[in-house]
């Protein structure tokens, strides 16, 4: 089993909140989309945060991100994993963030999509710096995580006040 790599993250200059997924999954990396199996309920709460109904066009979904100023991306750069399964993840290296809150620093909220990211980058990275920047974690829209729906929208509806938060600013 060789090293899995993750994508780039999606981001503006003008991006003010960023979400961390840990690792993209076997379905996400084969067809190099963050959340791509559609058995994941991510694209869906975003969308439903905002009262519009998912697009299934990838390039739509990310632009539609990145103009409600919402960054994507993953904790893990690399790791070993077999299958999707975040209790899988052996190796892990994880991205550069100290880097990106320098160069986008109007990024002032940190959601973690699940315990694997938040977990990871408290171990790793930890949350002294920026010191501008909130960190909370939520409930995994993976497949896997078996909280309702309405229950994941529900807690996932701070996104929406973070933004706004962001802009009042």
Known sequence: ??????????????????????????????LQQYYANPRNQFWKIIFALFDL????DYEERTHFLRSQGIALWDVIAMCSREGSLDSKIREEQVNDFGSLFKKYPYITAVMFNGGKA???????????????????KLTSTSPANTKKYAEKLSEWFMLRNLLEAATDR
Request: no cysteine; hydrophobic share 40%; proline share 9%.
């Open 1 to 30: 089993m060789g090293l899995l790599r993750s994508f780039p993250p999606i981001v503006e200059a003008h991006s003010r909140v960023l979400i961390l997924g840990s690792m993209p999954g076997v379905e996400s990396l084969r």
């Open 118 to 136: 938040y977990e990871t980058y408290k171990k790793w990275i930890g949350f002294s710096a920026p010191t501008n920047v909130t960190f909370h």
């Open 53 to 56: 109904e998912p697009v299934a």
